[in-house]
């Protein structure tokens, strides 16, 4: 079979993504859904002016019965035209994912469920536990600094039901992944969460940022994980303005990925844009660590292949995953697989050609990448 027909044929584990916008979007909200910003576009500008929202015109207009490349203002308007619903069921379905791998944890107020997720695909969706979450809905219990650190471990422990298979950390957002790594003590983590509370009495504002409940979190995190066999997934890379761009580069990580190793449960790194060369090299250099480049191959519009290209330079076929890390937008679901089987076959199909790869290796590869090792890690 060409390489084009595996990689378009692929039941994809989408390893990373969120939910869904579940009702109609106007036309600010639309817009503003195209970019990782958290202000409107300069005056006199949209964020219809971008890589990822050229992508969205061309690719995704002719599944709501548009010319390619059609207007902003059209496509705002049939959108609405069909409604939430028809536009989910329609973007969802065209994206053919065997599986969603869903963090349930980021603003789940404006989103729809897992389950929901999967209803409108149909296809099995399972949960990935944000332990920032956790963390921020036990700090608003009323449990007292002392008992914080065995309060969020009983929290995470109960948040892992029937349908969760991996845990994952915002560490890079919230304290940066150029921090110590060392395991804080109990004394540590109580002053920490004591300073967190006062500040949560203070000010209102319900958001873990602090460095030494962060190590709490990633190593209790850890031990679990260890014990159940879960993947524990971090951001790194590309995100909005609360990213310190060169504080959040994986090999920061290092230091943790080593001491846990004895623990023996996947690390996933997610994203990765503009660090997947150097993530590669940790895929390649630690057993535990896979990684992936979604998110940026939507994002960086028609410049996909070589991202695609990069992350396929050093790291082996067994450690690469697929993601989209679709927000809100059904387009993204879309968006995320039809760029990942594009770029992935105009890979292989150039070391076939140059004959660098039989034919039968590129399609083990695909496989490898876009089903298989997300399936042996998160046993799905």
Request: charged content about 25%.
């Amino acid at each position: 079979m060409p390489i084009d027909d595996v990689c378009d044929s692929l039941p994809l584990v989408d390893h990373h993504c969120h939910g869904l916008f579940p009702a109609d979007l106007d036309d600010e909200r639309l817009a503003d859904s195209l970019s990782e910003a958290f202000a409107p576009a300069p005056a006199g500008t949209s964020h219809w002016d971008k890589p990822v929202a050229l992508s969205v015109r061309r690719w995704c207009a002719p599944l709501l019965d548009l010319p390619p490349l059609s207007s902003p203002a059209d496509y705002a308007a049939r959108r609405r035209a069909l409604g939430a619903e028809e536009v989910n069921r329609r973007f969802l379905a065209a994206a053919r994912i065997g599986t969603y791998l869903v963090d349930s944890g980021n603003r789940p107020e404006e989103l729809c469920s897992v389950a929901e997720v999967g209803a409108v695909a149909g296809a099995p969706a399972r949960e990935i536990v944000r332990m920032e979450s956790v963390a921020e809905v036990v700090a608003q219990s009323g449990v007292a600094a002392a008992g914080y650190g065995e309060a969020f471990e009983a929290a995470l422990r109960e948040s892992i039901g029937g349908d969760v298979v991996g845990l994952k950390s915002i560490l890079a957002y919230r304290a940066t992944l150029n921090i110590d790594y060392g395991r804080p003590s109990d004394a540590e983590v109580e002053a920490a969460a004591g300073r967190w509370l006062a500040e949560i009495e203070q000010t209102g504002r319900v958001r873990i940022t602090d460095q030494v409940l962060e190590r709490h979190l990633i190593w209790t995190g850890a031990e679990i994980a260890g014990e159940r066999g879960f993947p524990m997934q971090f951001h790194i890379g590309i995100g909005d303005p609360d990213i310190e761009l060169h504080r959040v580069d994986p090999s920061h990580l290092t230091p943790w990925i080593k001491a846990v190793e004895p623990l023996g449960f996947p690390i996933t790194l997610l994203h990765c844009y503009p660090f997947q060369r150097e993530a590669g090299l940790l895929a390649e250099n630690f057993p535990a660590v896979y990684f992936d480049v979604g998110f940026a191959l939507n994002w960086v519009g028609p410049g996909y292949q070589r991202i695609m290209d990069e992350a396929l330079e050093l790291a082996p076929f067994t450690k690469q995953l697929y993601s989209s890390d679709a927000f809100g937008l059904a387009e993204l679901y879309y968006l995320g697989a039809l760029r990942f089987r594009t770029a992935l076959a105009a890979a292989l199909g150039r070391w076939v050609e140059a004959d660098e790869c039989s034919a039968a290796d590129a399609e083990r590869i695909a496989g490898l990448i876009g089903v298989e090792n997300a399936r042996r890690i998160y046993r799905v």
